[in-house]
């Protein structure tokens, strides 16, 4: 039996910010935006070639939610980001105003930066190291 996870929610305050940044800024796809109900959209975006996971953009929809907004991993890195040509996707990233938190680093898993989405939430671009 094969499994995968298909999404992970990511809270964000409002679902046209969120696909600006991740479809706009990041060049991610936009796989699905369907209107469900007055105040809620179904929204999944990836990695261009991506074919399994998925974010699924959530607007908070009260106090709790908003407050979760940039700290899903209570101030740790979220979400990771695996490139495999990691010098051209920062370069890329960097001309399109992605708020990179360091320099690159070389680690023994790879080749990482940190990075932040305009909500608060840190991710690794990440290359692994073979």
């Keep these: 039996m094969t499994r995968f996870i298909a999404a992970i929610t990511l809270v964000v305050p409002d679902y046209d910010a969120g696909i600006e940044f991740y479809v706009g800024h990041l060049g991610f796809d936009l ?45 740790r890195v979220f979400l990771l980001l695996e490139t495999y040509d990691f010098d051209a ?26 990075f932040r989405d305009p909500f608060g939430n840190k991710w690794d671009l990440i290359e692994r190291a073979l």
């Design 31 to 75: 796989i699905e935006d369907t209107q469900l109900s007055d105040e809620k959209r179904w929204v999944l975006v990836a990695p261009p070639g991506s074919t399994e996971t998925r974010l699924l953009l959530a607007k908070a929809a009260n106090e709790n939610q908003e407050e979760a907004i940039g700290n899903q991993a209570g101030g």
């Design 89 to 114: 996707d920062y370069a890329l990233m960097q001309q399109a105003g992605i708020d990179f938190l360091e320099e690159p680093r070389e680690e023994p898993y790879g080749k990482v930066a940190v």
